[in-house]
C-alpha cells in the first residue's frame, strides 16, 4: 500500500486544474442554459405527471392508503419494502390524491440528484463539465422516466448521488461533517430498495483505491473505522430481511436470466459512443485545440464503477441465483454513471472553453429529440389503465355485468390465487385506484388448470346468462378472448376490441351484437 506522510490538501483531477473558478461562477452568466434545463424538465418530468399510472405505480397507491402491514401484502413481501412510501403518504395527506400528487416527490428526488451529478462532474471531470453532464442526463430516457415514476428509483439515484458527493468530499477534506453524511447516505440506500447493494461495492473500491493512492486525509483512517462500524450495524436488520426475501425470490421472477446481448444494451455503449462521436465531429468542424490534460485514475474509477456496477453486479447474481433481477428499472442507480462516462468521454476532444457551448448544442438537442412533440400531453407509460376504466364504464348499463379481471401481478398464480380471491387486496390494486362498474371476477395471472376450470363453471352458468360481459386487464387477456371465443355456449357472440389503451385490454362480448 503506497502512503504519504505529509497531506497534500483536496485531490484535484487534471482537468480541474486549468481552471481554480468556482464552477458554479462560471455557469452563472449562461441564463440560456439554465432556462433550457428548465423548459427541458417540464416537457420530459412534469408534463406527463397526470398521465395513468402504470401497475407499479398502482402498487405503491396501495401501499399508501393500506399500509405495509396489510395481510395481502404477504404474497410479495418485497414491495413495502422500502422506506420511499412515507414521501407519497406524505404528500397525499398534504394535496390529497391524484397522480401528479404521487409523482411529485420523485420530481423533487430528481432535480436534488441532478445538483450532485452536477457537483460531481465538476469535480471528477472539469469544473464546466456541470451543465454537460446535467443534459446527458436528461438525454438519457431512463433517467427521466424516474422522475415522473410513482416508484423508489427516483429516490435511490437521489441517495445513491447525495453518497458518492459525500465520500468525494470527505476523502478530500477529511471532515467528520462529510464523514457522518455519508454514513447516513449509505445506511439509508438498501432501505431505498434492496436491489440497490451494489452501490456498496462501489462506494468501497473508490475510497479503497484513493487510501492506496495515498489520496485521503490524515483522520481518515480513524473516520473510517467510525464510519463503517456505523454503516455495518445500521444495515444488519436490512441484510437480515434481504436474506428472508432470498429464499422467495422465485415466486417473483418476471423475466428470463439475462443474456450478454442484454447485458451490451444495459451498458448503453451506442449512447456513449455517439458522444464521443459528436465531439470529435466537433472538435474536428471547428478546429479546436487539443485538449492535453487527463483524468485522474480515481475519477475514471469512479466514474466507471457508478456506470458499470449495478449491471454487472446484477447479471452476475442471476446467473448464480438462477433468478433473474435484470430489470430496467432494477439498474436505474447506474443511469448516473452513464451520463458521466459520456461527459468523460466527451471531454476528450472538448477544451475548457467550450463547456458551456457544447451543453447548450446537447440541451437544444435534449429537448428536440426526446421530447415526444408528436403529443402534446406525453403519458408516462404505455398504460392507459385509466382511460380504459373510464371506456369500460360508459359502456357498463347494469351493475350485474360480469366483468371479468386477470391480475397483473404475477404473484397472482396457484395456490396463491383460487377463485373468489378478494379483489379488495394487492393483487388486485388497479381496480382500487381505477374502479370500475359491473361484477367483478378475479382471474389469475396467467393459464392454469384451476382457472380454466373456474372459467368453464362461468361460462356456463353467469357468462351465458348475461348476454354481455367485458375481459379487462393486461398480460392475459388475449388469451381468454382466445379462451372464450371457442366455447360452445359463446357461438355467435359479437366480439369487439375497445382502445386502444397501450398495454391495458378491453374485451366485450355480447350476444346481440350484429
Known amino acids: ?284 468542424w471547428f478546429d479546436w485545440p487539443k485538449v492535453r490534460s487527463a483524468p485522474a485514475g480515481s475519477a475514471l474509477l469512479l466514474i466507471a464503477g457508478w456506470w458499470l456496477c449495478q449491471p454487472l453486479c446484477l447479471f452476475v447474481y442471476s446467473h448464480a441465483m438462477g433468478d433473474s433481477v435484470f430489470l430496467e428499472r432494477y439498474l436505474s442507480l447506474a443511469l448516473p454513471g452513464v451520463a458521466l462516462m459520456a461527459t468523460q468521454a466527451a471531454a476528450i476532444f472538448i477544451p475548457p472553453r467550450f463547456w458551456n457551448s457544447c451543453a447548450l448544442a446537447l440541451g437544444i438537442a435534449v429537448l428536440l429529440l426526446p421530447g415526444h412533440w408528436t403529443q402534446l400531453w406525453p403519458a408516462h407509460h404505455k398504460s392507459g389503465w385509466r382511460t380504459a376504466a373510464q371506456i369500460l364504464n360508459s359502456r357498463i348499463e347494469r351493475p350485474e355485468t360480469p366483468v371479468l379481471c386477470p391480475s397483473p401481478f404475477i404473484e397472482a398464480l396457484p395456490p396463491v390465487w383460487r377463485p373468489g380471491y378478494p379483489l379488495g387486496s394487492f393483487l388486485y390494486s388497479h381496480l382500487l385506484y381505477y374502479p370500475v362498474r359491473g361484477t367483478t371476477y378475479p382471474f389469475p395471472y396467467e393459464d392454469s388448470s384451476e382457472a380454466e376450470s373456474y372459467a368453464t363453471r362461468l361460462t356456463s352458468g353467469t357468462l351465458a346468462n348475461s348476454g354481455r360481459f367485458f375481459l379487462y386487464g393486461a398480460h392475459t387477456v388475449q388469451f381468454w378472448t382466445a379462451w372464450f371465443r371457442i366455447q360452445p355456449e359463446l357461438r355467435g357472440w359479437r366480439i369487439e376490441r375497445l382502445g386502444p389503451f397501450g398495454d391495458v385490454d378491453v374485451i366485450e362480448f355480447d350476444r346481440h351484437g350484429p
Do not use: N
Open 1 to 284: 500500500m503506497q502512503s504519504t506522510s505529509v497531506w497534500p490538501g483536496p485531490i484535484v483531477s487534471a482537468h480541474e486544474a486549468d481552471s481554480r473558478t468556482p464552477w458554479w461562477r462560471g455557469i452563472a452568466p449562461t441564463r440560456l442554459l439554465l432556462a433550457l434545463a428548465a423548459v427541458s424538465i417540464v416537457r420530459l418530468w412534469l408534463m406527463p405527471l397526470g398521465s395513468s399510472f402504470w401497475v407499479d405505480e398502482m402498487a405503491t397507491a396501495f401501499v399508501v392508503r393500506h399500509g405495509a402491514a396489510d395481510p395481502t401484502l404477504r404474497v410479495a413481501p418485497q414491495v413495502p419494502a422500502s422506506l420511499y412510501y412515507a414521501l407519497p403518504a406524505l404528500f397525499e395527506r398534504w394535496f390529497g390524491s391524484s397522480e401528479l400528487v404521487y409523482r411529485v416527490p420523485s420530481v423533487l428526488a430528481m432535480l436534488a440528484a441532478l445538483g450532485f451529478i452536477a457537483r460531481i462532474a465538476a469535480r471528477l471531470i472539469h469544473r464546466q463539465a456541470a451543465w454537460f453532464a446535467v443534459f446527458a442526463c436528461l438525454a438519457l430516457h431512463d433517467f427521466s422516466y424516474q422522475a415522473a415514476d410513482a416508484r423508489p428509483y427516483a429516490l435511490g439515484t437521489l441517495v445513491a448521488a447525495a453518497g458518492i458527493w459525500c465520500l468525494i468530499r470527505w476523502l478530500d477534506r477529511g471532515r467528520w461533517g462529510h464523514a457522518l453524511a455519508f454514513a447516513a447516505a449509505a445506511a439509508l440506500l438498501w432501505r431505498v430498495h434492496l436491489i440497490f447493494w451494489p452501490a456498496y461495492l462501489l462506494f468501497f473500491l473508490y475510497a479503497a483505491f484513493r487510501l492506496w493512492r495515498g489520496q485521503v486525509a490524515p483522520r481518515f483512517a480513524l473516520q473510517a473505522g467510525v464510519v463503517a462500524t456505523v454503516v455495518a450495524g445500521s444495515l444488519i436488520p436490512v441484510l437480515a430481511q434481504a436474506l428472508a426475501l432470498q429464499r422467495q425470490a422465485g415466486r417473483h421472477v418476471v423475466a428470463a436470466l439475462p443474456q450478454a446481448s442484454d447485458l451490451s444494451e444495459a451498458l448503453k455503449p451506442a449512447f456513449i459512443l455517439a458522444f464521443i462521436a459528436g465531439a470529435a465531429l466537433a472538435a474536428r
